[in-house]
């Protein structure tokens, strides 16, 4: 880096995000707009700015979205006054994880089920089929609970 900051492509290096979505950012005001260069009028990062853009590619790494970053950097703005609700956020984000990944235990035990039902099917032993079908119905219940009306 040279005295006038961080060139967007280095920037980009740094944080392993692209460069629109760093335009992008700065556009709807996720990060603060960046100062430019006098005489290219390219855009020059300071250390703080790449240091902000590296703790929003870990957020976004672990799939928090644009408003969640945004409470978080406001959060992070206030310090330890804000450590409570930092918590939190990550707290529910943690929760909304569990949750995902429940429903994707779910469904995945859904798909082994048909794979043990079309080959019960396949070599004709159709009890085996009947019993796992048996399995099927209150899993498909709890996948799409719209269904049970």
């Given at each position: 880096?040279?005295?006038?900051g961080y060139t967007i492509a280095e920037a980009v290096a740094r944080c392993g995000l692209p460069e629109s979505t760093l335009r992008y950012w700065e556009r709807i005001g996720l990060v603060r707009p960046v100062a430019r260069d006098e005489s290219s009028s390219h855009r020059r990062y300071s250390r703080e700015d790449v240091a902000t853009l590296e703790t929003l590619a870990n957020l976004r790494a672990v799939g928090l979205g644009i408003e969640d970053m945004r409470t978080y950097l406001t959060g992070a703005r206030r310090g330890d006054d804000a450590a409570?609700?930092?918590?939190?956020?990550?707290?529910?984000?943690?929760?909304?994880?569990?949750?995902?990944?429940?429903?994707?235990?779910?469904?995945?035990r859904y798909l082994d089920l048909k794979v043990q039902y079309w080959s019960a099917r396949e070599v004709g032993d159709l009890d085996k089929a009947a019993d796992v079908a048996d399995e099927l119905g209150p899993i498909?219940?709890?996948?799409?609970?719209?269904?049970?009306?």
């Open positions: 880096m040279d005295h006038d409570g609700e930092q918590r939190a956020l990550f707290e529910a984000h943690a929760r909304r994880l569990t949750d995902e990944l429940n429903a994707l235990e779910l469904r995945r498909i219940r709890r996948i799409n609970p719209k269904d049970t009306a």
